[in-house]
């Protein structure tokens, strides 16, 4: 018997799509993932797993954990009767920390629209029949890959890959902080994070920017940006919290330190739609397009997308979790339309 509803994913979009479709009686069965953002991640939640403090979510007048946000959202979506794909179909006890380490949240491998109900295939080739589907799958910032990155990213550290999601935290006030890229979002970016840092250091692997030339100049006038050109990072360092970035240019090969109280990479995000095999229309950079950009509708009717994965733009998890409840919302009338309660 075919599902209502799945939703694939589970960060603000997913959770939040759930918690409505939940109440909608709609019982959604949802496919949470493991993190792509790091391996050595157990549980699944998109890049808010990889935030210690978030502060500018509502409702939290002190800040929360980007992990303890994301169990707060999901034992919301299970209260309500919300289920997650998992090895033994439990839906897990998520008031008890340790519950989801005891097996595995199950991933999406791919679809096929070209049918009705759609079908969803898990990594175990179990396939799934849906009515409707709500894809949330997020896009993944796009990381250096260099040694000590990850663990400071992960442990709250002084690493990240959101300037406005962490650029106001007291760890980075009056620091030197660097930001990695040289596109328009890494100057966004410097420039968002002048008015908490004593100086910001854009580090660019080219001897110019790639950023449009008005975002270019308000990088060269901003007395507290300097640019460090033809750099490229090679290694975070510090323990527990960074000290500093090693760096090598790349015409000379020389190797220097730069110390630093915090590293924010901006050279970009992949939204996860490659599982999606070309069935839904997609733009330029792989995002999936919807249908009215004021609604959720995608391409197929049917299948609806929040989060993340249609945004890049704004990326924070308040306007995910926005869209998420749109998708849910949009997702439950479709459904009425058609008998399907």
Not at 256 to 265: C, I, T
Request: proline share 5%; charged share 25%.
């Amino acid at each position: 018997m075919a599902e209502k509803l799945v939703i694939i994913g589970s960060g603000p979009a997913g959770w939040t799509a759930a918690i409505y479709a939940a109440r909608a009686n709609l019982q959604p069965l949802v496919f949470a993932g493991r993190p792509k953002t790091s391996p050595s991640l157990l549980l699944p939640g998109g890049q808010l797993m990889l935030t210690t403090e978030v502060e500018n979510f509502p409702g939290f007048p002190h800040g929360v954990t980007g992990p303890k946000l994301m169990a707060f959202m999901e034992q919301q979506a299970v209260r309500f009767g919300a289920r997650i794909r998992t090895d033994d179909g439990r839906t897990p006890d998520v008031s008890d920390p340790d519950d989801g380490h005891s097996f595995r949240y199950h991933d999406c491998k791919a679809v096929d629209l070209s049918c009705r109900p759609f079908k969803v295939i898990d990594e175990d080739d179990t396939v799934v029949e849906a009515h409707a589907l709500i894809i949330a799958t997020g896009a993944t910032a796009n990381w250096l890959g260099i040694p000590g990155e990850q663990r400071l990213a992960t442990s709250g550290g002084g690493v990240s890959a959101c300037a406005v999601c962490d650029g106001a935290l007291p760890a980075f006030r009056n620091k030197e902080l660097g930001v990695v890229g040289g596109g328009d979002s890494a100057v966004e970016e410097a420039t968002y994070l002048t008015k908490f840092a004593s100086k910001v250091y854009i580090i660019h692997r080219r001897d110019q920017l790639r950023a449009s030339r008005i975002m270019q100049q308000r990088a060269m006038d901003n007395p507290k940006i300097e640019i460090l050109w033809n750099k490229v990072p090679v290694e975070v360092l510090g323990e527990k919290q960074i000290e500093g970035v090693r760096l090598k240019d790349t015409k000379t090969g020389d190797v220097s330190v730069r110390p630093l109280g915090g590293l924010f990479m901006a050279i970009g995000h992949t939204p996860a739609t490659a599982f999606l095999g070309g069935q839904l229309e997609l733009d330029e950079k792989k995002y999936i397009r919807l249908a009215d950009p004021y609604r959720s509708m995608t391409s197929v009717e049917g299948v609806f997308a929040a989060g993340d994965v249609v945004d890049s733009v704004y990326r924070q998890a308040i306007t995910a979790a926005g869209m998420g409840c749109k998708a849910a919302l949009d997702a439950e009338r479709w459904l009425a339309e058609r008998g399907i309660h």
